[in-house]
């Protein structure tokens, strides 16, 4: 049995309990046991040194849902062994059947039917040696607070936008449920512990019953190759921002490498909420959403699942099948019926009740569907429980009695209730026979039954046969959907009718055009839904997700990475193998030894942390004094600040100081300033001033900065979603009515600068190190820092000139950033506060050696009286 040690590691402040694993479980799969608990006493995360040839693995996959894809069978006697086969149903038992052939899957999650504690081993034994399935057995009282507590009633209301405004909508947020959920999460990250080879395989997690599983497996392998998929919405930052372990369960998704969502609705609630709850933005490379997390790239994956065409077309075939179809055609086509059908879960999100009222509706509006048209309605029994689904039930029984009663006729009834479950093939028939399918749910993830009813309407030659004897010809494939826009499919249905559910009115509008939409259109539309559900299915999504997860880790064996944060907090610092941390020692160590050094630094987000309040402290004050009087020295501040504020702020004597970002630069207090371009007309504020005005006026919070060559639009106090939007306007017609003009037009963190063409920061390191060498000074000490674009253009100067001759040759070189971020720097300081610590070390050292000269020359004027 594989060591659980290691598990412990795991044990968050969250009242998790521990399960002991199955050992039956790991029995083949001890072939593919990570090395981390093959060496007795070691558990090593680093990149495999390489090793003699070897067979490369299969590739495998192991898939993590709250429940596996297997039904289960009770013995009929306490001696007989437990069944199970495979649920054809379920989404995740299609992912082998799809993808490459050369993958590998496992399975994790629940089995349906509670496994007596006796007889856990043994059926953990029998679900891996024929299905490569791993049962997670959660304790019964965790299992209750873990699904039916924090998942149906925190969860899954408020990710369908429903508030928990009063105790009977939702209940208030329980913490005790929350730590049921996270306890439940850790026994699932145990069982991943058991079967992972974290150097090969990959881990895709599914759905938001298991939102903080990525955190427990990133915490326990820096490396692992993890994809998370969520099947249903994320809401929009406004409802999100209510829950409040927000910010727990948005770190624990962005430690996947990998997030999908069905649509960019989903994806982009995501990215607003972690911009405003955790102040990350997101780019686009290559075609690729990715958000920068502590150094790691975290890829968004927007595509919308498929269905399984293979088995939809074995349906089809069945023999049940057609039996069936003959049935409902001889039931409604030959008495003259038109069918429209609606397959929903009896739930409160579904919309049964608005389906019915524009049923209602239609029928009120166009007698002549009187005796003709009927709704077969199947109703799929709720998945979750309580008071919402018996009042959902309730409304619906009465709404079907009361419109057959007004509406119905003796053998006749125009709306049809199906209560019981259908089994898949019966399901196929009524998709078949129906002229329209109705799907009216007022919000939800996916939904694939307007997919299942496309393909069930393409059918195949011997329902074509079926078909024609009822008047349709082969050749008129045709099928017509009405649905809600609040669902993750109706995107990709472009030739579908959209519609607002809670439009009673419109919905049966759409309901009547639907039926009397020109048959050939309606063949157009069909034709174009089936290309795309044909070629977008299961497989294609699959495929596409573990490609594109494979993509994102492939750099993760030339990273080092090292994990922070503590409990759900807890993250994956990942840099560059040559970006490493500044060392304190070392660079005090060569700052001792130096004879002749040069320090250049921002201001503002580096030596001062960005804050209401921009003045300097006393103590950076006192630093940069310290510094200065030191004659081996020489300082220069760079900053974006006008030169006025700047002379104000530093009373030191000897700090150069280079102004609006260098192109005003003195050396000393004293000295005059000189421009570092030829003067610029600033004529061009007369164009610009007026344009940033009218972006002050219509962003709230944001304000404009007239220095003397610079004018600075900032939206720092702004809403971030917004001011950002407001900046890329900003910038493009700034760029529009300033492109005569000799300016450039630079974003910043927060802000949209133009200043004069040709003035950098890296300008400045140059004439920096030039003046110097002028002087015979050729510096053996480099020390640049910075915290954003405009410092790289530093440290690539200080990069070029090492490697010429306005160095010593033997210089030590360090170009730091602020912020552990992608940078031409080498080295990181993570915020202002180390700055100073790092400065106050060198101020330090210099009157250190300050005070032991003086004491040497001390020692001389001693010695010089005595003789």
Not at 769 to 778: I, V, Y
Request: net charge negative; aromatic share 8%.
């Amino acid at each position: 049995m594989v060591s659980r040690s290691y598990s412990n590691l795991l044990d968050l402040a969250t009242g998790a309990s521990d399960q002991a694993p199955a050992p039956a479980a790991l029995g083949s799969l001890r072939r593919r046991l990570p090395r981390v608990v093959t060496n007795s006493g070691l558990i090593d995360d680093s990149p495999a040194s390489p090793a003699s040839p070897s067979p490369a693995p299969r590739p495998r996959t192991i898939v993590v849902a709250n429940q596996l894809p297997i039904r289960s069978h009770r013995p009929a006697s306490p001696e007989a062994p437990w069944t199970f086969e495979w649920d054809e149903d379920s989404l995740l038992r299609h992912l082998h059947h799809t993808s490459p052939p050369s993958m590998e899957f496992i399975y994790i999650g629940c089995l349906r039917d509670d496994i007596p504690a006796s007889e856990q081993d043994a059926v953990a034994q029998a679900l891996l040696d024929t299905h490569n399935c791993v049962p997670a057995f959660l304790p019964p009282d965790i299992a209750e607070r873990f699904y039916h507590g924090f998942c149906k009633q925190h969860l899954w209301p408020l990710f369908h936008y429903m508030l928990p405004l009063s105790p009977d909508l939702g209940g208030r947020f329980d913490r005790s449920l929350w730590q049921a959920y996270v306890s439940a999460n850790k026994i699932f990250a145990d069982k991943v512990l058991e079967v992972i080879n974290p150097d090969d395989d990959f881990v895709w997690v599914h759905d938001y019953h298991l939102m903080v599983l990525p955190t427990f497996l990133r915490k326990r392998f820096n490396r692992i190759k993890l994809g998370f998929f969520l099947h249903s919405p994320f809401p929009s930052s406004e409802i999100y921002k209510t829950l409040p372990v927000r910010e727990e369960l948005l770190r624990a998704m962005l430690n996947s490498d990998l997030i999908g969502f069905h649509t960019f609705d989903y994806a982009r609630h995501f990215l607003s909420c972690c911009g405003r709850m955790l102040g990350l933005s997101y780019e686009s490379k290559r075609g690729h959403i990715c958000l920068e997390y502590y150094g790691r790239t975290v890829s968004i994956k927007i595509l919308p699942v498929g269905v399984h065409m293979e088995q939809l077309k074995t349906v089809l075939a069945l023999p049940e099948t057609e039996a069936k179809v003959a049935e409902l055609m001889e039931m409604y086509m030959g008495k003259g019926r038109v069918v429209m059908l609606g397959v929903d879960d009896m739930d409160i999100f579904k919309g049964i009740s608005l389906k019915l009222l524009a049923m209602e509706e239609l029928l009120r509006q166009h007698p002549e569907w009187h005796g003709k048209l009927v709704l077969v309605q199947v109703a799929n029994p709720a998945r979750g429980r309580g008071k919402d689904v018996a009042e959902v039930q309730a409304e619906t029984y009465a709404m079907v009695r009361r419109i057959n009663e007004v509406y119905g006729a003796p053998g006749y009834e125009p709306v049809v209730l199906i209560e019981e479950p259908l089994q898949f093939y019966e399901r196929v028939a009524y998709y078949i026979i129906a002229e329209v399918c109705l799907v009216t749910a007022v919000r939800d993830g996916m939904n694939l039954i307007p997919y299942e009813y496309i393909v069930s309407r393409q059918g195949n030659e011997k329902l074509d046969g079926m078909m024609l004897r009822h008047g349709r010809k082969p050749d008129e494939k045709k099928s017509m959907l009405v649905v809600s826009e609040f669902i993750g499919c109706s995107p990709s249905l472009s030739g579908a009718v959209r519609v607002n559910p809670w439009n009673i009115e419109a919905v049966a509008d759409a309901m009547e055009s639907a039926l009397v939409l020109p048959e050939n259109e309606k063949r157009l539309r069909h034709d174009k839904h089936f290309r795309y559900v044909s070629t977008h299915d299961v497989g294609y999504w699959a495929n596409s997700f573990l490609v594109d997860l494979d993509r994102t880790c492939r750099d993760h064996a030339q990273r080092r990475c090292w994990g922070i944060g503590f409990g759900l907090r807890f993250r994956v610092v990942s840099l560059d193998l040559t970006f490493r941390k500044l060392s304190l020692e070392s660079i005090l160590m060569a700052y001792r030894n130096a004879k002749t050094r040069a320090i250049l630094m921002d201001y503002d987000g580096t030596l001062m942390p960005q804050a209401i309040n921009k003045s300097p402290s006393a103590e950076s004050v006192r630093i940069l004094n310290s510094l200065c009087r030191d004659k081996s020295n020489e300082v220069y501040l760079c900053s974006g600040y006008d030169r006025r504020t700047l002379h104000e702020w530093f009373p030191c004597e000897n700090l150069g100081i280079a102004a609006e970002h260098g192109y005003f630069l003195r050396s000393k207090r004293d000295a005059e300033w000189k421009t570092c371009i030829t003067p610029a007309d600033c004529s061009w504020k007369q164009i610009a001033e007026p344009v940033m005005c009218l972006y002050r006026e219509t962003t709230d919070g944001s304000t404009i900065e007239d220095r003397e060559t610079i004018l600075v639009w900032n939206y720092e106090d702004a809403d971030p979603d917004f001011g950002s939007c407001q900046a890329k306007e900003l910038v493009d017609h700034l760029e529009s009515v300033l492109a005569n003009e000799p300016v450039s037009v630079k974003t910043t963190p927060h802000s949209v600068e133009v200043k004069p063409q040709g003035v950098s920061k890296g300008l400045v390191a140059r004439r920096m190190l030039a003046s110097m060498q002028e002087r015979g000074q050729c510096p053996d000490f480099v020390l640049c820092i910075g915290d954003d674009k405009s410092d790289e253009d530093m440290f690539q100067l200080i990069a070029t000139a090492a490697c010429g001759d306005s160095l010593a040759s033997k210089a030590e070189v360090f170009a730091c950033t602020v912020g552990r971020k992608p940078s031409k720097a080498k080295y990181y300081l993570d915020d202002a506060a180390e700055v100073v610590r790092l400065m106050q070390g060198l101020s330090y050292v210099s009157e250190e050696l300050a005070l032991a000269n003086h004491r040497d020359v001390d020692e001389d004027s001693s010695l010089d009286v005595w003789e």
